[in-house]
Every structure is written in C-alpha cells, then in structure tokens.
C-alpha cells in the first residue's frame, strides 16, 4: 500500500528526480527507501527513507485517531472516528450527494449503501476484489487511500501532502484555486479554501474539514484517478526473517495507526501477519471482505 501512495504521489508532484515506477513489492527495499526519501525532500521534512507518524501525514493520514482508520471492519451500526474518516473520503470522492449530511461518525444506511456503490466504481476502474455488502475491510480499505485521497484529517496550516494536492486540483477544478498545484498549503491555498467556503456559505475559516469536504463532494468536478493495478496482494518475502516483524505493531498492513511503529528497509507482508498471529493468537482477516 505504501508503494502505491509513493508511485500516487511521485506521479503527481512537481519533482525532476522521479524517474520510473515503483514496483509493488510488498517487501520495504531500497527503492522503497528511496522513494520514500523522494517524498520526504519534496515536503522538506527529514530524508530518513522510513516512514513513521511524520511521514504517514504527507499521505494524508492521521495517526492520533481512535480507532484507527483502518484497523478493524467497518459494519452498519459501527461508530468512531474511523467511520469519520470514512465519511469525510466518500464525500472528498462524489458520494456528498448519497451520504446526504457531513462526517458524523455513524454508520448508517446512506454510509453503507455509498460504500456499495464505492465498491462497483473501484471495479469499473479496473480494480477487483470487492464484494458485494455493506462491510469495508480489505481490499476496499486500499482502493479508498489510492481514490480518495483527502479526508483522513482538517487540512490546514502546516498541513502539507497528498490531501492537500487533492484539494487543490478540486479546487482548480471549480475555479476557486489558480496554482500550482503542489501539495503544499501555503497562501494560495487558505485562500481558495476561503473563497470556497463563503460560496458555499460556511465558516470561511481556510481550513478544510468535514463541512468543506461535504460541500467540496456536492459541487465536485475532479474526477478519479486512472484504473489503477495496486490492489494485488503482495508477494511473500520468506527471505526476510519474521524477527523483522516487531518493526511494525499494527494488524493490517496500512497507514493510518496510532499503534504504528514506522517501516523500514526488510519489512513485508509476511513479517506484519506473523506479528497478528502471534499477538492475537488467530488468522487475519481474509481479504475478501
């Protein structure tokens, strides 16, 4: 998943030292590392090519959230702030409509059937995977970071990365932002947040949270992104030792935990689930949920 953010992020930021693909491994190596640090330069944050609580938010994704988004299978009747976060991408991604309110943290019917109809898009993409119920676990939770890139935080001052490129490009789309589009808050962008939401007659406070997001879904012109090929499950590394595994504490493989240590070079798929089993003392859930 996080192979796929990078090629996501280094295919959209301005940077002259992006220079081809990277392969979607599952296995954190040396390209990993680089592009990693890629990212890291570009948001002028330490180039430490591992990825930890600092780096996770240029993807867009908070870490102080509880649950985390990402950890468990959301299911009708579900609430937190996981669900949240769910609400907020739905409506960053033309569900506004369909949900028909802002983020509220409860599961209800217009989530669950927004995350239905979430589903068949992906598919209509090119993805696959998805089946056809109300629950989003994986491969959905991955095909929501790649698609919907914005509404895992309020971006704001010193809220720089991925989200913030996509509210920009919504932004642009509408008329309110002139560029560049660069990922950055800076000026520019408070600004077309501003005139965005005295339009939209909310708080025009330059800050893009629930409400925004809501209203940024209803008048939405920024289409997604290309069919993406990301969602494969990742090969097995048996070449890196399971002892590599207490490098990450979290039970799926996804960005987003509080309990997330950070990822660093010999880290894969395998090294993660062995962790869950160990801890937990069961499988992990299978991905066709």
Not at 43 to 59: K, M, P
Not at 120 to 128: H, P, W
Not at 206 to 231: C, D, N, R, V
């Amino acid at each position: 998943m996080l192979q796929a953010l990078c090629n996501l992020m280094l295919g959209s930021i301005p940077s002259p030292s992006v220079s081809a693909i990277l392969p979607i491994s599952g296995l954190f190596d040396a390209s990993t590392g680089r592009a990693v640090a890629t990212v890291q330069s570009y948001f002028g944050t330490a180039q430490t090519g591992t990825v930890g609580t600092e780096t996770f938010l240029l993807f867009g994704h908070g870490t102080g959230t509880h649950p985390p988004y990402g950890s468990r299978r959301l299911k009708l009747g579900d609430s937190g702030a996981d669900v949240t976060i769910l609400q907020n991408r739905l409506n960053c991604f033309h569900y506004a409509g369909a949900l028909g309110h802002r983020a509220n943290g409860s599961y209800d019917t217009a989530t669950a059937a927004c995350v239905i109809a979430f589903k068949k898009r992906a598919e209509e993409l090119g993805d696959s995977g998805f089946p056809r119920n109300t629950t989003l676990g994986e491969p959905a939770y991955n095909a929501s970071w790649l698609y919907m890139a914005a509404g895992g935080r309020s971006i704001g001052p010193g809220c720089d990365g991925l989200d913030t490129l996509f509210v920009q490009l919504a932004l642009q789309s509408l008329g309110y932002y002139p560029g560049p589009a660069n990922g950055y808050y800076d000026s520019a962008a408070r600004q077309a947040i501003q005139a965005f939401q005295a339009a939209c007659r909310i708080a025009a406070d330059g800050i893009a949270g629930p409400e925004t997001f809501y209203q940024m879904g209803l008048h939405g012109k920024l289409l997604p992104p290309s069919p993406l090929s990301h969602l494969l499950e990742p090969r097995p590394c048996s070449a890196v030792p399971h002892s590599c595994a207490h490098h990450g504490r979290h039970r799926h493989i996804v960005p987003g935990s509080s309990m997330f240590r950070g990822l660093r070079r010999g880290c894969c798929a395998e090294d993660i689930r062995h962790l869950h089993q160990r801890r937990c003392g069961r499988q992990q859930p299978p991905h066709a949920q």
